[in-house]
């Protein structure tokens, strides 16, 4: 035995155990989350590297094979423009134009462009029934190869011999594109003929030219017709209202109402003096209304309180300057009164002159106000003066306007009447000018010309394209799956998501393709990367404690089929390659597996211990094939394990087998739904929880470190098993190079 195996021994055994139950372990606290790095997303394109391969070939294959197969398409194009009016060849508007064009105009066109009536003119002149393009269309061929011959009366009976399937497919195959700030559209027609396509987009620009000049005329022969009609009833109209005036106008002797025009070439009629006489005296009443107001409102002022503190009177130039006067001989008066007594004769003097001032701005008080009073009374007078007159004035008008209300009325139906009168004929002249043009706003610009190379499909375009989005696509779709997938994959995920450390990462023994039993790895090949990383863990629980590390340990996990037990067997077998003397407990009752694994009669148990059917000197300690390892098996299988393991005796049972062993590994079922390894934590000094990656649930692993910490069990930490390396972050080492370079 090595020198470092007899110190670490020496450490596991320094003092005897004082057994007792776990305490809780402490709160782990993860380190600070890295910031997301562009390696990050690396990671998980790489470990989802073959669902973006399959996603990319797929969609690659797929655009390629169906452009290979599809037939090429040609597309040929016009362009045409449009204006909005005719050109202006006559010098008054087209009868056509009769409303106002609209913007939406050329919206308009672009519609008629693709309509149905178009493309049934374009279908007959070119007679595609004869293309195999069309050729599948026409139910009707004969019939309507032979309606080609008739005249364009019977093209109305030729539309209905037309499938609506085929009107349909030509539409589709037309492509209007405006271009912009511009009067000019390209249209374009594909075909699997470049002929064809040529052919056709110029018969589109020729028919829509076309179908333009003869609706124009329709529209002016309709135009013309009704224009005729409307010219005779005007006529007839016109005549009556006149004389429906004239018999009026001699029956109440009206005769002042005929207009004449002023300095300023405006018309006006006699009666607007009656209308302006009666304007002015309301403005003249409105001013004298206000006069009387203002006049009123000094007079309440003057009688309400003191006259002599009125604005009025105080506003006064002579008040205000006898009130100037007053108040400097007061101020003499009381200065020499300092100096002199009342009875001296300059004194006298001053006091006769000041009573003078008083005396006189009384007089000058009472004229204002005398004034004022009168000034109302004038006031008053001419409102009421005003009053009257408009009274008479507002009686005469209104007796002429009852006269000439009818006239008026009259005589705007007789001039409403000759004005569309003479639109009317003006008009019909326009039109029988017009019906002579074939002028048309809609001009060819560019004819369709052969298209020289094939429109549809565009292979550097598609292949392109299907690069891009096989490329993105399957990442997105990575990522996508990367999403919704809730396992533990990386010992990061251990600690930040299930705040508990990680003791450990077991790679997937499928890739080492071994014919070696996994339980048995450790023990039979100690090169391969999967025996060293169990000796790794054996060294992390060995020093990883600051005192003495944990000599009773349990083995569990959240669900079935997470590999604890062969992680106890594995961890078991290191720690006797370093000498230790190593006991292992199968107390997993339910489903026990060690017996099978080291073909260990399973006769005798810890079922039969715990029920005390059995003692530790009846064979319950069994030896294996390995060195310094022994095992207790589970025993029958008993049908209430869970209260088998409360019971003492599995607290007796470790206490009285502790000193023999300086390490006791215990592998228990899983936590999840079962109470057996709440039981067994509180008789161990340690809890190891085994994950597997890419299968154990984020969820699950939450839950057994809640249940766990519920019950006061002490979690060491987890060991990671069955991790890919395509899996692990930034390619996590497993001396796979290292050992293969050495076998070299």
């Given at each position: 035995?090595?020198e470092?195996n ?17 305490t ?71 009868v ?13 066109q ?13 279908v ?15 139910e ?41 700030k ?7 027609f ?71 025009e ?37 007079c ?9 503190s ?16 007053y ?70 008008a ?92 990386t010992?990061?995920?251990?600690e ?16 080492e ?27 992390f ?19 079935r ?54 003692e530790?000197d ?16 589970s025993g ?40 057996d390894?709440?039981i067994?934590?509180?008789?161990t ?16 692993i ?25 899996t ?17």
């Amino acid at each position: 035995m090595s020198e470092e195996n007899e110190i670490n021994k020496e450490k596991a055994l320094d003092k005897p155990r004082d057994y007792s139950l776990a305490t809780p372990g402490q709160i782990y606290y993860p380190q600070n989350e890295e910031e997301v790095h562009l390696r990050d997303y690396l990671h998980v394109v790489l470990r989802r590297k073959w669902i973006v391969i399959t996603f990319f070939i797929a969609v690659v294959t797929t655009v390629v094979i169906g452009t290979f197969i599809k037939k090429p398409v040609y597309k040929s194009t016009i362009t045409i423009k449009i204006d909005k009016e005719n050109p202006n060849i006559l010098s008054f508007k087209d009868v056509v134009n009769l409303e106002k064009i609209e913007d939406d105009y050329y919206q308009t066109q672009y519609k008629v462009l693709k309509s149905r009536n178009l493309a049934k003119r374009v279908v007959h002149s070119l007679n595609l029934f004869s293309y195999p393009e069309f050729s599948s269309f026409d139910e009707n061929k004969k019939q309507n190869t032979e309606s080609n011959l008739l005249d364009k009366q019977n093209s109305s009976l030729e539309d209905d011999k037309v499938s609506p399937e085929l009107i349909d497919s030509f539409i589709n195959r037309i492509e209007v594109s405006p271009v912009q700030k511009s009067r000019l559209v390209n249209v374009s027609f594909q075909s699997n003929d470049p002929y064809l396509a040529a052919k056709v987009s110029n018969a589109i620009g020729d028919a829509f030219i076309e179908l333009n000049i003869e609706s124009k005329f329709q529209a002016t022969n309709q135009a013309k017709t009704w224009l005729e009609k409307q010219l005779d009833e005007m006529k007839a109209k016109v005549e009556q209202a006149e004389e429906k005036l004239n018999e009026y106008a001699a029956k109440n002797g009206i005769i002042f109402l005929d207009k004449t025009e002023d300095s300023k070439g405006k018309a006006t009629d006699n009666q607007n003096i009656i209308t302006k006489r009666l304007s002015e005296l309301s403005s003249e009443l409105t001013t004298a209304t206000a006069e009387r107001i203002s006049k009123e409102a000094l007079c309440r002022e003057m009688h309400s309180g003191e006259q002599e503190s009125s604005s009025v009177v105080m506003n006064n130039p002579l008040m205000l300057e006898l009130k100037k006067n007053y108040v400097s001989l007061d101020a003499e008066y009381n200065q020499m009164l300092k100096i002199y007594k009342p009875d001296y004769p300059k004194m006298i003097r001053l006091q006769e002159q000041i009573n003078q001032i008083k005396k006189k701005m009384d007089i000058e008080t009472k004229r204002i106000i005398s004034s004022v009073k009168k000034d109302y009374e004038v006031a008053v007078k001419r409102e009421n003066q005003l009053k009257a007159a408009l009274n008479s004035l507002k009686n005469e008008a209104l007796s002429l306007n009852e006269r000439a209300i009818q006239y008026q009325i009259l005589k705007r139906e007789a001039d409403t009447n000759k004005e569309l009168y003479n639109g009317l004929l003006q008009r019909l002249k326009e039109t029988g000018v017009s019906a002579s043009l074939t002028a048309s706003n809609i001009q060819i610009l560019d004819r369709a010309e052969i298209p020289k190379k094939p429109y549809k499909p565009n292979w550097p375009l598609n292949i392109m394209l299907s690069l891009v989005v096989g490329i993105f696509g399957g990442i997105g779709l990575a990522f996508f799956t990367e999403y919704l997938d809730d396992t533990i994959k990386t010992p990061e995920d251990v600690e930040k998501k299930a705040y508990m450390p990680s003791l450990g990462i077991v790679p997937n023994f499928s890739e080492e393709k071994s014919p070696l039993q996994v339980e048995y790895v450790s023990h039979e090949d100690s090169k391969l990367p999967i025996s060293e990383a169990y000796r790794s863990i054996r060294t992390f629980l060995l020093l990883s404690s600051g005192g003495k590390p944990p000599r009773v340990m349990m083995i569990t996990s959240p669900d079935r089929g997470e590999g604890k037990t062969t992680t106890s067997v594995n961890t078991a077998v290191s720690l006797t390659q370093s000498g230790f003397k190593v006991l292992l407990i199968d107390a997993d009752m339910r489903k026990p597996r060690l017996h099978r694994i080291f073909k260990l009669d399973n006769t005798i148990g810890l079922a039969n211990y715990l029920s005390g059917n059995a003692e530790i000197d009846n064979g319950l300690i069994k030896h294996c094939n390995i060195e310094n390892l022994y095992v207790i098996t589970s025993g029958p299988i008993p049908p209430n394990p869970a209260e088998l393991l409360s019971s003492y005796r599995l607290r007796d049972l470790i206490q009285n087998i502790y000193s023999d062993f300086n390490f006791i590994i215990v592998d228990t079922p899983p936590v999840l739904g079962i109470a057996d390894p709440l039981i067994v934590s509180h008789q161990t000094d340690g809890v190891i929880i085994i994950v597997r990656s890419g299968k154990t649930a984020k969820y699950n692993i939450k839950e057994t470190k809640r249940i766990l910490e519920g019950v006061n069990a002490k979690i060491l930490g987890v060991i990671l098993n069955s991790v890919n390396q395509s899996t692990m972050k930034y390619s996590y080492y497993y001396y796979r190079h290292y050992y293969t370079d050495e076998k070299k």
